[in-house]
């Protein structure tokens, strides 16, 4: 998907106040970034926000963090939050692969939604249930290693359930049609976008 540039996106995010602009600074102390020692979760890929302003509203007890790489989709989820208050909501823009340079052991869960899939055998390392960035997940969790995907890619599906279970993570709660499901689920906005079109949503749980 080609993205369209935005001249104003590095200037919203970084007006924000849910935006953590120096996310490096605060490895093994984002406890104090909430000020309190809930359990934190962090999206990788959040898009344009859906799924983890959804879920802080919903979980109120626990923090949340999204991640996402590009300027020009973070701005779309820091707009949705204008008018809101959430102080267990946290946005960082940031490339995937610098995670275990900006937590240490204080994540208690990951959620992997709709991810890049990668097609192609070549770029198989950038899918993010690869092994090189399970390896980098394996620095961020304190203490039980906990991860939730889902994807309208069964390729990528079938290659995240191999390759989780042979990292020796345990496969649970596998599902082909989540909305089918009896599953507590927070839409993101490709699901949304998907289920529409009555594609079917895959969605594991993975736990080590």
């Known amino acids: 998907m080609r993205l369209r540039n935005n ?3 590095k200037n919203i995010i970084n007006n924000s106040s849910y935006v953590v602009l120096n996310p490096k600074e605060h490895i093994s102390k984002w406890n104090k970034v909430f000020n309190n020692s809930n359990p934190i979760h962090i999206e990788i890929g959040m898009g344009k926000g859906d799924f983890i302003i959804g879920m802080a509203l919903k979980y109120p007890d626990i923090n949340f963090i999204g991640i996402e790489m590009y300027d020009s989709v973070l701005m ?40 890049d899939p990668w097609p192609k055998n070549r770029n198989a390392k950038r899918r993010l249930t690869h092994e090189r960035l399970l390896s980098k997940y394996d620095k961020i969790f304190k203490k039980d290693k906990v991860i939730f995907m889902k994807t ?25 049609d989540l909305h089918n499901e009896d599953i507590d689920n927070v839409e993101t906005e490709y699901e949304k976008k998907f289920s529409s079109k009555g594609i079917k949503i895959n969605r594991l749980e993975a736990y080590k």
């Open 76 to 115: 779309h989820a820091v707009k949705k939050l204008d008018e809101l208050d959430i102080p267990n909501l946290r946005l960082i823009r940031m490339d995937a692969n610098e995670i275990d340079e900006v937590f240490k052991k204080e994540i208690d869960l990951l959620y992997l939604n709709f991810s």
């Open 7 to 9: 001249k104003n996106a």
């Open 152 to 176: 309208d890619n069964i390729k990528l599906f079938a290659f995240s359930i191999e390759s989780l279970s042979e990292y020796g993570y345990t496969i649970k709660n596998i599902t082909l």
